[in-house]
C-alpha cells in the first residue's frame, strides 16, 4: 500500500512509522487512521522487523481525531468506531511486537490515546499530553479512562482527565507516563537505540516475553503467576542450550561493558 499521510521506514530490525501531518498537527483523518492500521499490521507481519517506533512528523505528536473532518462527516465516529474494538484500537493492542512512541510535540485526546496504545514512551523536552475529552464532550473509547488510572493512579487520572489540563514532558517523566525524557534533536536516535538494543535479541523470545507481560497484567495476581509458570515450562522444552550458552557468553560481555 503506498501512503499519503504516514512514512514507514524499516532498518537493523526497527520500523518507525511517522504520522505525516504536520499541517494538521498529525491529526487522525479517517485516511491516516486506515494507513497507520495498514502500516502497523504490515510491520507487524514483516521478518525483518523486530520493533515498531511511532512517532509524528513537525512540532505535535498527534492532535487526536480530526475535528475538522468530524465537522463535516460525524460518521467518523460511528462508521471507523472509536471504541476499543474498532480497528486502530485492534491493530494496536494485537500488535505481536514491540511498539515504543518517541512523543516529539502535544499528544492531545486521542492522540494521548494513540500515544498509551504503545507499550512504552521515550519524549521530547517539547512534548505535552492532555485528556480534553471532558472538555470536547466525548467519553474515550480507546482504554484511555482505564490505562491512565494504571499508569499514574486513581487520583492524578481524574485530575488529569476531569480538569483536561495540559502535563509537560517533565512533568509526565515524574508520573510515569513516560520513561525518558530526550533534547528535541535526540529523541529519535535515543530511541532507535532502545529499540535496536531490544532487535538484538532472539524476535521469538521478544514477542513471547511481551506477550506474557500483557497477558499476565490482564490477570488476577493469582493466575498471572500460573501462566508464568506453564509458559516457562512449554519454552524450556524447545531451548537449545548450545545457543543459550553462546547468548550468556555476549551478555557477559555486554554487562562488563555497561558498568
Known amino acids: 500500500m503506498a501512503y499519503q499521510f504516514i512514512t514507514l521506514e524499516t532498518n537493523d530490525g526497527v520500523s518507525i512509522l511517522t504520522l505525516n501531518r504536520p ?28 520493533v515498531i517506533i511511532i512517532t509524528g512528523a513537525g512540532k505535535a505528536f498527534c492532535a487526536g481525531v480530526d475535528l475538522a473532518e468530524l465537522n463535516d462527516d460525524s460518521s467518523v465516529l460511528t462508521d471507523e468506531g472509536l471504541g476499543t474494538e474498532s480497528p ?17 510535540g502535544a499528544a492531545v485526546t486521542g492522540g494521548f490515546e494513540l500515544a498509551l ?30 490505562k491512565l488510572s494504571r499508569l499514574i493512579g486513581l487520583g492524578r487520572a481524574k485530575e488529569l482527565s476531569l480538569s483536561g489540563n495540559f502535563v509537560s514532558a517533565q512533568d509526565a517523566l515524574r508520573l510515569g507516563l513516560v520513561n525518558k525524557v530526550c533534547p528535541a534533536d535526540e529523541l529519535l536516535t535515543d530511541t532507535i537505540a532502545i529499540a535496536k538494543q531490544i532487535s538484538e535479541s532472539d524476535p521469538a523470545m521478544v514477542t513471547a516475553y511481551k506477550a506474557l507481560i500483557d497477558d499476565g497484567y490482564d490477570s488476577a495476581f493469582g493466575e498471572a503467576l500460573k501462566l508464568e509458570d506453564e509458559r516457562s515450562t512449554r519454552w524450556a522444552q524447545d531451548v537449545d542450550y548450545s545457543v543459550m550458552a553462546a547468548r550468556l557468553a555476549q551478555l557477559r560481555s555486554r554487562a562488563s561493558k555497561q558498568r
Open 23 to 50: 499541517e494538521a498537527n498529525n491529526a487522525l483523518s479517517r485516511a491516516l487512521s486506515l494507513e497507520l492500521i495498514d502500516a502497523i499490521t504490515a510491520a507487524d507481519a514483516a521478518e525483518e522487523t523486530t
Open 88 to 104: 486502530l484500537s485492534v491493530a494496536m493492542r494485537t500488535c505481536k511486537k514491540p511498539i515504543i512512541g518517541a512523543v516529539n
Open 117 to 146: 496504545g504503545c507499550d512504552f514512551l521515550y519524549a521530547s523536552e517539547h512534548a505535552r499530553f492532555a485528556d480534553t475529552h471532558v472538555r470536547v464532550g466525548i467519553l474515550p473509547g480507546w482504554g484511555l479512562s482505564q
